[in-house]
T-cell receptor, first 112, second 115 residues
Framework: GENVEQHPSTLSVQEGDSAVIKCTYS??????FPWYKQELGKRPQLIID?????GEKKDQRIAVTLNKTAKHFSLHITETQPEDSAVYFC???????????FGAGTILRVKS | SAVISQKPSRDICQRGTSLTIQCQVD?????MFWYRQQPGQSLTLIAT?????????ESGFVIDKFPISRPNLTFSTLTVSNMSPEDSSIYLC????????????FGPGTRLTVL
């Protein structure tokens, strides 16, 4: 089945700097890659996603890139703000098309 | 967007007892899932709740321990049976909508502590 690895486990950046979180997946048939943000005590929230027919997607300060050949995808946050501090999870759809497999998560701290 | 609610939001239970968690959506959904999130950990899929039939469980999870019901397209329950302290976790339901192409949205979660 699908396996998703996520790095780094923690990331500290200064306010205004960029943050990059990387994930790799194992199943070449995976075709949907969402990113979730989870603030302390809250539910995971879908912030951006990308499908295998697209190489990059942007939404204001966040962007996701996908390299199907290398089987990795990344989340990029520019001009980070303190409210970006949270745990970020990447995920991939497994071969059965509906079951999300999550990475281990990245704790992002934005220092002001 | 749909509103997803869970009851209870949190509970403290004694070892050996069972707790049923409810997930309610304010519109019909195609898919409903149950996840477990242990303290400081990622999300692990327990099972897919199938409307009108038995749930599909992931490796390591069994129906006797985590019975699931889904009587209609807006409601599902997860029961954590014969609880032990190792079952202390956050339990979350997620839903997917017809035509939403794999997107899943999470309920607020139920924080369970087993003493």
């Amino acid at each position: 089945g699908e396996n998703v690895e996520q790095h780094p486990s923690t990331l500290s950046v200064q306010e205004g700097d960029s943050a990059v979180i990387k994930c790799t997946y194992s199943d070449s048939a995976s075709n949907y890659f969402p990113w979730y943000k989870q603030e302390l005590g809250k539910r995971p929230q879908l912030i951006i996603d990308i499908r295998s027919n697209v190489g990059e997607k942007k939404d204001q300060r966040i962007a996701v890139t996908l390299n199907k050949t290398a089987k990795h995808f990344s989340l990029h946050i520019t001009e980070t703000q303190p409210e970006d501090s949270a745990v970020y999870f990447c995920a991939a759809i497994s071969e059965y098309g509906n079951k999300l497999v999550f990475g281990a998560g990245t704790i992002l701290r934005v220092k002001s | 967007s749909a509103v997803i609610s869970q009851k209870p939001s949190r509970d403290i239970c004694q070892r050996g007892t069972s707790l049923t968690i409810q997930c309610q959506v304010d519109s019909q959904v195609t898919m409903m899932f149950w996840y477990r999130q242990q303290p400081g950990q990622s999300l692990t899929l327990i099972a897919t709740a199938n409307q009108g039939s038995e749930a599909t469980y992931e490796s390591g999870f069994v129906i006797d321990k985590f019975p699931i019901s889904r009587p209609n397209l807006t409601f599902s329950t997860l029961t954590v049976s014969n609880m032990s302290p190792e079952d202390s976790s956050i339990y979350l339901c997620s839903v997917g909508f017809q035509g939403a192409l794999n997107e899943q949205f999470f309920g607020p979660g139920t924080r369970l502590t087993v003493l």
